[in-house]
């Protein structure tokens, strides 16, 4: 009697048909997981983010402002540093300041102007011209008197480019997020709030109405 020995070309397809379909089931999964790990190391680095922010606080009674300019130069005109400089000097670990879903989008080295440097976090500029009037002011260069409900008040999140995130055009309630960072973690991205929650987010949760702004520091 005659041993077959290997497979017969219908096995192999059988075999290799089997294992796309498992790929085609695992792959997601695991690429999942991955953003997961990523979203709770980016959580990570906002709240230490957040524990420097509150000693930037004890130490100067206000807020970091978004940028600031030697002798009130216009932005860019001259040497400028933003919030991230102002927070260094109390964590000494620029990698906290990227995203580990984008750490290639932020060039930030901790050095001197850090202006045009790219962010994988940006301060909470939307409300900035303050067209809607006092209460919608953004956080930042505030003292914590003047902000209703920390715990409602985002100062920090994900985002790519800027070290700022703004609204240009109208400053009316009603934003919702549109760029990529809004999304960067299966959905949505990460927010630090003035009280040092750190909260995941998708971009029509975060709320922007006359009865309640997570962008001003009192709707």
Request: with cysteine.
């Given at each position: 009697m005659n041993r077959r020995e290997g497979f017969t070309l219908i096995e192999l397809l059988v075999v290799i048909a089997i294992?796309?379909?498992l790929a085609s089931i695992l792959f997601p999964v695991f690429a999942r997981a991955r953003e997961r790990a990523r979203q709770t190391s980016c959580l990570s680095n906002l709240r230490q983010i957040g524990v420097a922010l509150a000693m930037y606080y004890d130490d100067y009674q206000r807020l970091p402002w978004d940028d600031l300019t030697e002798g009130g130069a216009p932005e860019g005109t001259a040497p400028t540093w933003t919030w991230r400089l102002m927070l260094?000097?109390?964590v000494m670990n620029a990698q906290l300041?990227?995203?580990?879903?984008?750490s290639g989008l932020t060039d930030f080295d901790a050095t001197y102007p850090d202006y045009w440097d790219m962010a994988g976090y940006a301060i909470s500029q939307v409300h900035w011209d303050d067209d809607l009037g006092t209460d919608a002011d953004p956080p930042p260069g505030h003292t914590m008197e003047a902000i209703r409900k920390p715990s409602e008040v985002?100062?920090?999140t994900d985002y790519?480019?800027?070290h700022m995130l703004t609204h240009y055009g109208t400053q009316e309630h009603g934003f919702v997020r549109q760029d990529e960072a809004a999304t960067r973690?299966?959905?949505g991205c990460n927010y630090l709030f003035l009280d040092?929650?750190?909260?995941w987010l998708a971009p029509t949760q975060v709320h922007c109405s006359d009865e309640l702004c997570y962008w001003s520091i009192a709707p």
């Amino acid at each position: 009697m005659n041993r077959r020995e290997g497979f017969t070309l219908i096995e192999l397809l059988v075999v290799i048909a089997i294992i796309a379909i498992l790929a085609s089931i695992l792959f997601p999964v695991f690429a999942r997981a991955r953003e997961r790990a990523r979203q709770t190391s980016c959580l990570s680095n906002l709240r230490q983010i957040g524990v420097a922010l509150a000693m930037y606080y004890d130490d100067y009674q206000r807020l970091p402002w978004d940028d600031l300019t030697e002798g009130g130069a216009p932005e860019g005109t001259a040497p400028t540093w933003t919030w991230r400089l102002m927070l260094y000097p109390y964590v000494m670990n620029a990698q906290l300041f990227a995203c580990p879903s984008a750490s290639g989008l932020t060039d930030f080295d901790a050095t001197y102007p850090d202006y045009w440097d790219m962010a994988g976090y940006a301060i909470s500029q939307v409300h900035w011209d303050d067209d809607l009037g006092t209460d919608a002011d953004p956080p930042p260069g505030h003292t914590m008197e003047a902000i209703r409900k920390p715990s409602e008040v985002i100062i920090i999140t994900d985002y790519i480019g800027d070290h700022m995130l703004t609204h240009y055009g109208t400053q009316e309630h009603g934003f919702v997020r549109q760029d990529e960072a809004a999304t960067r973690h299966n959905g949505g991205c990460n927010y630090l709030f003035l009280d040092g929650h750190v909260k995941w987010l998708a971009p029509t949760q975060v709320h922007c109405s006359d009865e309640l702004c997570y962008w001003s520091i009192a709707p």
